[in-house]
């Protein structure tokens, strides 16, 4: 039987840590916690289970999931967030993967995106292929500030699923936007990009459009209007910042 570790990075999340920990335990038997200071219980809940607790100031999604890497025992690792589970199907499929063939450094699967408790298949939201299961000792997380990718062409796909429960209520979703468009909005400033004042209204309007229309989300409903609208507003805020954070730096220099 495969043995895998587990990582997940954490902040505050007493209310997930326990099930997402009893998830990764099902198919781990080690798992590190990599938690950025969190103020609650998240650090002692996962102490207790038994895991790995790290604390280290955030780092950005990938550099963050990278600190734990050298403190798991296995090569291969398994890592979700906290608000994500193992599917029934995925718990299967993972002990029979071949992890000795040479020409698989990863493995995706897909995810089960709910919302309002509701498993939402349209809007972009399913299928929604991940890589989550990878070599460490062959290849590593991206560097970027939000949704990290695993860094190989050598991925294959599996059957299971991830199930993750992203948004309790409108205002965790309105959070979580305006914390990733200020991720996405540095991490473009970074690389020295300039738009026009028009970008933040074109881009914002073209994602309603790709989301609600074209990937079906009126076809869930009020959630899928809300699912789009959220990301729509998530596309233009990140190039309103982008602008103020260029405009900023001009004037500073100036």
């Known amino acids: ?5 587990g990582i997940v ?16 335990f099902r198919v781990c038997d080690d798992v590190v916690v990599i938690d950025s200071n969190s103020q609650d219980n998240t650090v002692e809940i996962a102490r207790g289970m038994g895991a790995t607790v790290l604390t280290q100031d955030f780092l950005g999604d990938g550099p963050q999931r990278s600190i734990g890497l050298p403190h798991c025992r296995h090569n291969w690792i398994v890592y ?7 599917d029934e199907d995925l718990v299967a499929a993972l002990p029979t993967l071949d992890l000795n063939n040479d020409a698989i450094e990863a493995y995706e699967c897909r995810r089960k995106n709910h ?9 972009g939201q399913y299928p929604d292929y991940i890589c989550r299961i990878f070599n460490k000792s062959k290849t590593d997380f991206s560097k970027l500030q939000i949704h990290a990718r695993i860094e190989t062409k050598k991925l294959k796909r599996i059957p299971g699923h991830i199930l993750h429960y992203s948004f309790d ?22 690389r020295g990009m300039q738009v026009s004042g028009f970008a933040p209204f ?13 990937r079906r989300g009126f076809m869930a409903g009020l959630d899928g209007l809300t699912i789009s609208i959220g990301n729509a507003m ?3 805020f990140k190039y309103a910042k982008l602008i103020e954070i260029n405009k900023r730096r001009a004037n500073k220099s100036a």
């Open 9 to 24: 990075i954490t902040f505050n999340e007493e209310k997930n840590i326990r099930d997402c920990l009893v998830s990764l």
């Open 202 to 214: 074109f881009h914002g309007l073209s994602s309603f459009i790709k989301f609600y229309l074209i």
């Open 234 to 236: 998530g596309t233009y």
């Open 115 to 123: 919302f309002n408790g509701r498993w939402i298949k349209v809007a």
């Open 169 to 190: 209520s409108l205002r965790d979703l309105i959070a979580r936007m305006n914390q990733y468009s200020d991720w996405q909005s540095q991490t473009l400033a970074e």
């Open 80 to 86: 979700i967030d906290a608000d994500e589970r193992l």
């Open 1 to 5: 039987m495969n043995l895998y570790s």
